[in-house]
């Protein structure tokens, strides 16, 4: 497996790479984005979340910089309010855009309407191709997974054994990554790192676009 975001890539691009976290309220994102950066810098379960609260972390990973962006979980979006909110928040704070979208997904927790909700929004509002283009859909609960597949069906052969709007989703993501958040175990997290960078590289590599830029009079369109 190469990995597309390559040393020479990052010199090209001062900011490094901008992956902002998206999901609902416990899928991970906080945890995600821990396990990456080697450190406890965001809050799991903050309950003093808001919608303006955005957090934002810098690292290295091998020669490559990073900034994570985490955001709250959405509880409710389908209003656009919440959404609009967030989204304002992000394009000022974030004036070289965002690279990569994460989608975050808790592996086993079902794919609740709020998932379907956070996807139409985002496609509705920044077009047909914004999944394709821009989000890559990552599983936490990797450790939850393992001990449910022991027969040790691969990940990629449980994604493509999928049906419905998830199938559609990874279709769409080119791919998905499995993330365990609770291992201790170097291989898994190198493993684990390396799949994350081969999508985000695929997808960079295969758009015509740079990072993805907010536009400064945004105007939600609710679903
Ligand atoms: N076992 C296990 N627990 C995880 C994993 N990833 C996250 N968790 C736990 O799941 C809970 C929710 O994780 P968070 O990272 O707070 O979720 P979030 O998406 O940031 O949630 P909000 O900020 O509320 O939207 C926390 O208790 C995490 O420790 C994982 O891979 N395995
Ligand atoms: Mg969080």
């Given at each position: 497996?190469?990995c597309?975001?390559?040393?020479?890539?990052?010199k090209?691009?001062?900011?490094?790479?901008?992956?902002?976290f998206?999901?609902?309220?416990?899928?991970?994102?906080?945890?995600?984005?821990n396990?990456i950066?080697?450190?406890?810098?965001?809050?799991?379960?903050?309950?003093?979340?808001?919608?303006?609260d955005?957090?934002?972390?810098c690292?290295?990973?091998?020669?490559?910089?990073?900034?994570?962006?985490?955001?709250?979980?959405?509880?409710?979006?389908?209003t656009?309010?919440?959404?609009?909110?967030?989204?304002?928040?992000?394009?000022?704070?974030?004036?070289?855009?965002?690279?990569?979208f994460?989608?975050?997904?808790?592996?086993?927790?079902g794919?609740?309407?709020?998932?379907?909700?956070?996807?139409?929004?985002?496609?509705?509002?920044?077009?047909?191709?914004?999944?394709?283009?821009?989000?890559?859909?990552?599983?936490?609960?990797?450790?939850?997974?393992e001990?449910?597949?022991?027969?040790?069906?691969?990940?990629?052969?449980?994604?493509?054994?999928?049906?419905?709007p998830?199938?559609?989703?990874?279709?769409?993501?080119?791919?998905?990554?499995?993330?365990?958040?609770?291992?201790?175990?170097?291989?898994v997290?190198?493993?684990?790192?390396?799949?994350?960078?081969?999508l985000?590289?695929?997808?960079?590599?295969?758009?015509?676009?740079?990072?993805?830029?907010?536009?400064?009079?945004?105007?939600?369109?609710?679903?």
């Open positions: 497996m190469t597309f975001v390559s040393e020479q890539w990052n090209m691009h001062h900011n490094g790479l901008t992956l902002l998206v999901g609902i309220t416990g899928a991970g994102k906080s945890e995600t984005g396990t950066l080697g450190r406890r810098a965001f809050n799991a379960h903050d309950e003093n979340t808001t919608f303006e955005i957090g934002i972390e690292c290295k990973y091998k020669g490559i910089s990073l900034k994570l962006v985490d955001g709250p979980g959405f509880p409710d979006c389908a656009g309010d919440l959404f609009q909110r967030f989204i304002s928040k992000i394009g000022a704070t974030l004036g070289h855009g965002v690279d990569v994460i989608f975050v997904w808790k592996y086993g927790s794919f609740s309407m709020e998932n379907r909700e956070i996807l139409t929004l985002l496609k509705k509002n920044f077009g047909s191709d914004f999944l394709r283009n821009f989000c890559v859909f990552l599983t936490t609960y990797g450790d939850y997974y001990l449910e597949h022991k027969e040790k069906k691969s990940f990629s052969e449980y994604c493509s054994n999928l049906v419905g998830q199938k559609e989703l990874i279709e769409e993501c080119r791919g998905a990554v499995l993330f365990d958040n609770r291992t201790g175990d170097v291989n997290k190198e493993r684990q790192m390396k799949s994350l960078l081969y985000i590289g695929k997808k960079i590599s295969h758009r015509r676009s740079p990072a993805f830029k907010i536009p400064s009079e945004f105007k939600i369109v609710s679903i």
